[in-house]
């Protein structure tokens, strides 16, 4: 008993200090054991395994230790913990997942001394070590059943876990990340998650959705000039610029040249604002996963990953509209592995026919930085605008400003980077990583003005979407810095823009967009394309302006979040009164 004991007790230490905390806050028998349980049980399956308790212990311990440390470094570079979703990176790694993540380890060479050391260890203790019981003794067979039934238990959801960890049941969590890993360690709050998810169900409150409905403003008559290009089924063109965002939103920035001037003059103009993402410093699958579907991240609370968490297979998306209704071919393009966030897999049943990925960027592409270029990916973009002799549906996602940033970068225009006016007195840290974004930035408005140049020249009707995922997760920046209207990095509010045109003509829209999931609506409804649940979230999006957040219990928000759910499975008009 002394074994697991220590290591229940080594897991709290290494929990607590992953967050920064004193050992023995929220310390009691109770959620030392409950943290160490997960644990305990991968310990048992070593155990089983290797029939070496000392190994077992170790290699368990190490592994704890693995774990936290992910999540002391996410935490400090996103200010979010590891969590469930990204035990899926593991299932699909692959050499692009493998770079990301090494981007991120800031001493090589101590990493691997660590690594040789701990493994020369084990394999000490393994060979020293003798067994504590025969290869196919009854002790053996005991034990293997005891971890299948634990296992298997947990997986379900099934009695004893729902009674150790869910206290209140399978609804909401009484607190949310932070303050639930504060008060119950990492582990459990990991098998609380799982749980959870689980045992959920996205019910359609039916008559919330027709109260909404009947409350609904209705649909202004549109003139003759309010939607120039229904029915001439422009491209369409979205661009996802990764951590995009106005510096000119934090302080002391107003003074250096502007990084963004192209976006800029576009949203002064009339043509954009910006907007409340479900995401920041990463998870850009969350606002990705808004634009494409027109459906709010929250109203599925706890999926994590939505490619991984929901199946999208019957889900009238943007793409698979554009595809079926419309006549267009439907392209996505990332200059990383598809398989990250399970895209590869989720793209099709979306509505993509093709999807371009850094595979293809390696005969022509370059990378500016750690990661492909915007240019390269305007490059291929081009391409297949000018290949198609359909109307095109083009979804693309950057990878040039994706961190880390703080690190010396090999960058294509050095000369570029050394002009950039940056702030007085700040940190080394924070002048590094802030230089980093804003040549980043300065590289994705010059490919956005590029991009529309093509397609004002190209004398097609086109609808343009260009717009920020989140803020970067710039942690010396935000501290040092901080944010002109005094609130949290959280809560910034990424730019987004809609270009309507042809040729040189354009046309500017008032549109009461605050979140991502207003914004496939806005489209369908320039292209001309009719449908049920496009037309309900544009009109209520608009209604509510960011009241689906602040008041998520009113009449509207509870009508939007049925909606949505009912759209997941192609039953909204089924559910309308």
Do not use: C
Request: proline letters at 7%.
């Amino acid at each position: 008993m002394l074994l697991p004991l220590l290591f229940a007790l080594g897991a709290w230490q290494l929990d607590r200090a992953s967050i920064g905390v004193a050992a023995d806050a929220y310390r009691s028998p109770a959620t030392i054991a409950a943290n160490a349980l997960p644990g305990l049980l991968a310990l048992l399956a070593v155990f089983i395994a290797t029939r070496r308790l000392l190994f077992s212990f170790l290699a368990g311990l190490a592994l704890q230790a693995v774990l936290y440390r992910v999540s002391e470094i996410k935490l400090a570079t996103i200010e979010s913990p590891l969590v469930l979703e990204d035990a899926y990176f593991l299932t699909g790694m692959d050499r692009g997942g493998i770079a990301l993540f090494w981007a991120y380890v800031e001493s090589p060479a101590r990493f691997w001394t660590m690594l040789v050391a701990g493994l020369l260890v084990l394999a000490l203790v393994a060979w020293r070590e003798k067994p504590w019981f025969r290869h196919l003794g009854p002790a053996r067979f005991v034990l293997l059943a005891l971890l299948v039934a634990g296992s298997a238990s947990l997986v379900s959801a099934r009695w004893p876990w729902p009674a150790l960890y869910l206290q209140e049941g399978p609804q909401r969590a009484r607190f949310t990340e932070m303050p639930a890993i504060l008060h119950s360690g990492l582990m459990a709050h990991l098998v609380q998650t799982h749980l959870k998810r689980v045992m959920r169900s996205f019910e359609v409150d039916t008559a919330a959705l027709h109260k909404a409905f009947a409350q609904l403003p209705a649909a202004p008559s549109a003139g003759p000039g309010d939607r120039p290009l229904a029915g001439q089924r422009p491209d369409i063109v979205v661009i996802l610029s990764e951590s995009f965002f106005d510096p000119r939103i934090v302080k002391r920035m107003d003074a250096p040249a502007d990084s963004i001037p192209n976006v800029r003059t576009w949203i002064e103009a009339g043509h954009g604002g910006s907007m409340s993402v479900p995401a920041y410093g990463g998870g850009t699958i969350k606002t990705e996963f808004e634009i494409l579907t027109g459906m709010p991240y929250r109203a599925f609370p706890d999926i994590g990953f939505p490619y991984a968490g929901l199946d999208l297979r019957p889900t009238p998306s943007l793409p698979k509209l554009l595809a079926r209704d419309a006549g267009y071919r439907t392209v996505a393009i990332h200059g990383h592995q598809g398989s990250f966030y399970n895209r590869a897999n989720a793209y099709k049943p979306i509505g993509f026919q093709k999807f371009i990925t850094s595979r293809d960027f390696r005969g022509s592409g370059f990378k500016d930085g750690n990661w492909y270029s915007d240019e390269s990916m305007t490059d291929l973009l081009i391409g297949e605008l000018e290949s198609s002799e359909d109307p095109l549906f083009a979804f693309a996602i950057s990878m040039e400003n994706h961190g880390p940033y703080k690190d010396p970068l090999k960058l294509r225009h050095m000369d570029a980077w050394q002009r950039i006016e940056m702030p007085e007195g700040l940190s080394q840290q924070t002048h590094a990583e802030l230089r980093n974004v804003l040549y980043h930035l300065g590289n994705a408005d010059a490919q956005f003005a590029r991009l529309l140049d093509f397609l004002q020249r190209r004398n097609r009707p086109f609808l343009l979407l260009f717009f920020g995922d989140h803020l970067p997760g710039l942690s010396s920046s935000w501290t040092e810095l901080g944010f002109v209207d005094g609130k949290p990095p959280r809560s910034q509010q990424p730019p987004w823009v809609l270009i309507r045109g042809r040729g040189d003509a354009t046309w500017p829209a008032e549109r009461g967009v605050v979140f991502p999931w207003q914004l496939p609506a806005e489209l369908a409804y320039e292209a001309g394309i009719e449908h049920a649940y496009f037309d309900f979230s544009r009109r209520a999006g608009a209604a509510m302006g960011m009241d689906y957040a602040r008041k998520p219990d009113s009449v509207m928000a509870k009508g939007m979040t049925a909606a949505a759910r009912a759209n997941l499975k192609d039953g909204f008009e089924a559910q309308l009164p």
